[in-house]
């Protein structure tokens, strides 16, 4: 790549990166995804599906009111013979009927099953805020993975801009060395490949960045439609001591209490099925019209009839064949099923929370020892580049201090961002990751 364009590519990188953007902090980021992100507002629907059908209009308890009405035409040929002996031929003779009533119907009693069958549908609300939740945490731990790599990357580009502008220094220098006799023209050279390297490594990690970006937005509902930059402020706010983490693990975890609610629903499928013992007692009562216009053959010519009717009923049914055994069984066997995954999520939140909370330990740590090799690394380069300007260390040695400076930055940068999305793993495990703030 030729020298000249390399840097002004990387230039315009920088130029673009440092030019007057919106800042994202973490609060918004968060505020914004729970607002427009797609699979949060599907999770929403969801829960307001599992609200209507808690409604009371759902819930068996209502009456029945049904309406009817008809009407029938007939056109018949007709031959009677009345009892007084005289009888008559018709040929066409028409008829017409009207009916409408109304029909009430409720059931007084049917085994409790409706009741049983309520409270469930009141778990599975709880159980689809759960889940719900579960999908918010899910959603919160992808906006902030996707927003740390910008972070991350932006810190990055940061850190290879201030390599080029050394080594555009440096080429300057071996420029003026050569000029006046002192260096060779392969010093020039190597600065002029360093470049060409540094202009390379930022032209890659911006186009990195855009990517990341995009890739947030996407998190966000495409919330953001001019380009933004985020905060590099990065807080570690874990203030509970492991054993009392532990606990809210055990009882906060989001994946614990939906087994929990699948046990409720369960017990209460059971006592559901158990309802096909007992009989139903039912209360109808109907009012109806009727009006019969009648052929000449009738001895009625038109009669109209209205009245109300009611009356109670009871049915038992004392064998359906096994079915409500079955159901039973079955319904006492999915208890048991609920009851086994509860105890086998629970041996495996006490595996993820150790693993969790040594792998936040032991990136904490690497973190802080980073920031330790930055101060090592900046003293050494700083002290290999007063010895580059005398003419103790050649280029290479120069080129070394520089590089691992940089890769110590990168290291660092990496080293923090993989600290915090572990310490928000195990905020999230333990159930407190909705109650912390960004």
Known sequence: MNIKYSVVIAIFCCASIVKAQTVLTQAEAVKLA??????????????????????????????????????????????????????????????????????????????????????????????????ARETIENTVIQLFSVYYSVEQLSENLEALRETLEVSKDRLVRAQYQFDYGQNTKLGVLNAEVDINNDSINIISSYQSLKNAKRDLNVVLGNALSSDFSVSTTVDFTLQFKKDSLFDKAKTRNVALLQSEKNIAISQLSIKSSKSGYLPTV?????????????????????????????????????????????????????????????????????????????????KLNIFNIQEQNIITSQSN?????????????????????????????????QAKYQAKLAELSLLQLSGELLNVKF
Request: net charge negative; hydrophobic share 35%; proline share 0%.
């Open 282 to 362: 039912g209360l109808n009562g109907t009012y109806g019209w009727n009006k019969n216009n009648n052929n000449a053959a009738s001895f009625v010519a038109v009669s109209t009839n209205t009245g109300l009717s009611g009356g109670l009923s009871l049915s038992w049914n004392l064998f359906d064949g096994g079915s409500t055994i079955t159901s039973v069984k079955n319904a006492k066997v999915n208890l048991e099923t609920q009851k086994l995954e509860k105890e086998n999520i629970l041996i495996g939140i006490t595996r993820d929370f150790e693993n969790a909370w040594e792998d936040f330990e032991n």
């Open 34 to 131: 729970l607002e427009n992100n797609y699979g949060i507002k599907i999770a929403a629907n969801a829960v307001e599906v599992a609200d209507n059908n808690t409604s009371i209009l759902n819930s068996g308890y209502l009456p029945t009111l049904t309406g009817s009405a008809g009407a029938t035409y007939n056109l018949d040929n007709t031959e009677a013979e009345f009892s007084n002996g005289t009888s008559t031929v018709l040929n066409g003779a028409e008829s017409d009927r009207y009916n409408a009533s109304l029909s009430l119907n409720y059931t007084l009693f049917d085994g409790l099953g409706r009741r049983y069958n309520y409270k469930s549908l009141k778990e599975q609300y709880q159980l689809s805020e759960l889940q």
């Open 381 to 413: 380069f700083e002290r290999t580049q007063e010895k580059f300007k005398i003419g103790q260390v050649n280029s290479i040695e120069f080129r070394q201090a520089q590089l691992n400076l940089l890769n110590a930055e990168l290291s660092r940068n």
